[in-house]
Nanobody, 126 residues
Framework: QVQLVESGGGLVQAGGSLKLSCAASSSGSRFSINAMGWYRQAPGKERQLVATVSSGGTTNYADSVLGRFTISRDNAKNTMYLQMNSLKPEDTAVYYC??????????????????WGQGTQVTVSS
């Protein structure tokens, strides 16, 4: 019912920058989004948290990206962003968008679930 689509990935040299976007859309149900976050997964490794942002704009970052990455969101556009600066080869991974979705049913009751995007590849060369 809610789809997340990431964009903005690509190939960049170490020290370069990329900006990722995650657009949320609904197939018909009423919904809102609480927290959103970016995760990444390198080959052979577990998916790990990169950064999160609450509906009110409170942010949280993994130590490995603190000071280099900036997460933000535009609630009016249902879009989240990740500005990545000073990229390092170890940042190479598939980056996934995550959203905590609140769906409102026909009776007004609310249901909570997580939604994930398909991922976008970020490759940083040395």
């Amino acid at each position: 019912q809610v789809q997340l689509v990431e964009s903005g990935g690509g190939l960049v040299q170490a020290g370069g920058s990329l900006k990722l976007s995650c657009a949320a859309s609904s197939s018909g149900s009423r919904f809102s989004i609480n927290a959103m976050g970016w995760y990444r997964q390198a080959p052979g490794k577990e998916r790990q948290l990169v950064a999160t942002v609450s509906s009110g704009g409170t942010t949280n970052y993994a130590d490995s990206v603190l000071g280099r990455f900036t997460i933000s969101r535009d609630n009016a556009k249902n879009t989240m962003y990740l500005q990545m600066n000073s990229l390092k080869p170890e940042d190479t991974a598939v980056y996934y968008c995550n959203a905590a979705v609140i769906r409102t049913g026909v009776t007004g009751r609310q249901y909570y679930y997580d939604s994930w995007g398909q991922g976008t590849q970020v490759t940083v060369s040395s």
